[in-house]
């Protein structure tokens, strides 16, 4: 392997971090003992500027590139966002119906309230499935055509993963600005 960068991160396949690297998990490091990799870092990831700093943290974290694309909001080193959970609105949920078909079912023992395989749903006994009128004359149960949805309840948000080891280079080649 090539001489790293001071403060490249690299991707590893093993779980732990080579000698002269450390992993990136947010851990703070004495600006006296690292005081080029502070120069790089700065603040950025944590830490107090005076004693000690923060090496980034990739810990339930995914890298996203400083900058803006178009579209999308700026990001800056360093910035953490996103959420892992997230809870819709009904204005942030495709529009959608929720369709019944109903169907006599001749075989009447077929015929139960809470309909099993093979089984229609029960037609009331005192109105007839079709009508002539424009207007309804009867009403089904809330949980056969209700609304689908909203308890407010936050469901998962998070992207497929592949856990991977990032590390940092503690020590390495000062990177030069062009």
């Known amino acids: 392997m090539t001489t790293p960068f001071l403060g490249e991160i ?6 732990f971090a080579p ?3 450390a992993q990136c998990s947010g851990q703070l ?15 950025n990831f944590g830490g107090n500027g005076q004693s000690n700093f923060a090496l980034p943290n990739f810990q339930g974290n995914v890298p996203c590139s400083q ?17 892992t959970t997230v ?7 495709a529009a959608h119906n929720h ?6 079912q001749p075989d009447a023992t077929k015929r139960h309230g809470i309909p099993l395989s093979g089984d229609a749903v029960l037609i009331p006994g005192h109105d007839g499935p079709f009508t002539t009128s424009a207007t309804s004359n009867t009403t089904f149960p809330a949980a056969m ?13 998070q992207q497929p993963y592949l856990a991977v080891n990032f590390c940092i280079a503690l020590a390495g080649i000062f990177p030069a600005r062009s």
């Open 87 to 93: 809870s819709l609105n009904s204005q942030e949920m």
């Open 99 to 104: 369709n019944m078909h109903i169907f006599g």
């Open 67 to 83: 900058g803006q694309a178009p579209g999308l909001s700026p990001r800056d080193v360093g910035e953490i966002f996103g959420t």
């Open 29 to 43: 490091m004495p600006i006296s003992q690292n005081t080029a990799l502070f120069s790089l870092l700065g603040t």
């Open 145 to 157: 055509t209700g609304p689908g949805g909203g308890s407010g309840l936050p469901h998962e948000n």
């Open 10 to 15: 690299q991707l590893f396949g093993f779980n």
């Open 19 to 21: 000698f002269r690297w």
